[in-house]
């Protein structure tokens, strides 16, 4: 593996779970209805443990946002206890499928950005693996306990300041009618940052839930959605083409904190 590809298939995954030593494993399936948990039980790749979005990966919801950087020293703990260890590979998956909730896209962010130089997404995540009559467990593990120190620092992060730049590239990766205001079913606020862009995040994948190429022009490029779960799957998507856009962790959920910030509604900016 090499740092700087963002993706792993099933067919090399499926190898290396099955060799002398296997990746740290990591299932992060999660919606906003939190059923992770119940899909892990119910079914998983060999070896992997279940890591909590919310819990394990991201800071309490607030002023930050729904999903904030989590403090340094609480992702270390969950980390080390989810058995992450520094010089040892990582590969983390999602539900997949074709509407991406950007779930291991968030988790692969999340290492990168706290130093780990070896994390892969499962391209298609778990319904590629199981497509391809890979085995599935229901097993629990008890994972080792890790070593991995966390450095935060690593990924590009971007402020509601440079969201706001207009100089700058900024991508919206919810559905179309979110971003135009029509519904939000999530936060008290509807409509987009003005300046902002639409490429939903279903626009990364084929309707196998397959990266296909995104490839965005622009010299400063950030992405955001509601709270920075989604977003990440542009900012996947991008990596793997060799660009290196910025998150907006906070998002949108962040953006409303202050309503002095203005919004935008309708298809323009």
């Not at 892969?120 to 070593?147: F, H, I, K, M, N």
Request: charged share 20%; hydrophobic share 45%; glycine share 10%.
């Amino acid at each position: 593996m090499t740092a700087n590809r963002a993706i792993l298939d099933v067919a090399v995954l499926a190898e290396l779970v099955r060799s002398a030593q296997p990746p740290t494993l990591l299932d992060v399936r999660w919606t906003l209805a939190k059923d992770g948990q119940a899909a892990y039980a119910a079914g998983h790749l060999p070896g992997a443990v279940f890591a909590d979005l919310d819990a394990d990966l991201c800071g309490q919801p607030g002023a930050g946002g729904r999903h904030p950087l989590p403090d340094p020293a609480e992702l270390q703990a969950a980390l080390r206890r989810l058995g992450v260890r520094a010089g040892h590979r990582v590969v983390v998956y999602d539900a997949g499928g074709s509407n991406p909730t950007g779930a291991a896209a968030r988790a692969w962010w999340t290492l990168r950005w706290a130093g780990h130089p070896d994390v892969r997404v499962l391209d298609g995540g778990y319904a590629a693996w199981v497509a391809d009559g890979q085995p599935v467990t229901t097993e629990v593990v008890d994972s080792q306990s890790g070593d991995f120190e966390v450095h935060p620092g690593h990924m590009p992060v971007w402020t509601e300041a440079d969201a706001a730049d207009r100089r700058n590239t900024l991508l919206d990766a919810r559905i179309p009618a979110r971003f135009r205001g029509e519904v939000e079913p999530v936060d008290p606020v509807a409509g987009h940052i003005p300046g902002a862009v639409n490429v939903p995040a279903a626009e990364t994948v084929d309707a196998a839930g397959l990266l296909k190429p995104l490839h965005i022009d622009g010299d400063e490029i950030g992405a955001y959605c509601g709270s920075g779960v989604t977003a990440s799957q542009l900012v996947l998507a991008l990596w793997e083409q060799g660009q290196r856009p910025a998150l907006y962790v906070g998002s949108w959920s962040h953006w409303i904190q202050d309503p002095d910030r203005a919004v935008a509604e309708g298809d323009s900016s």
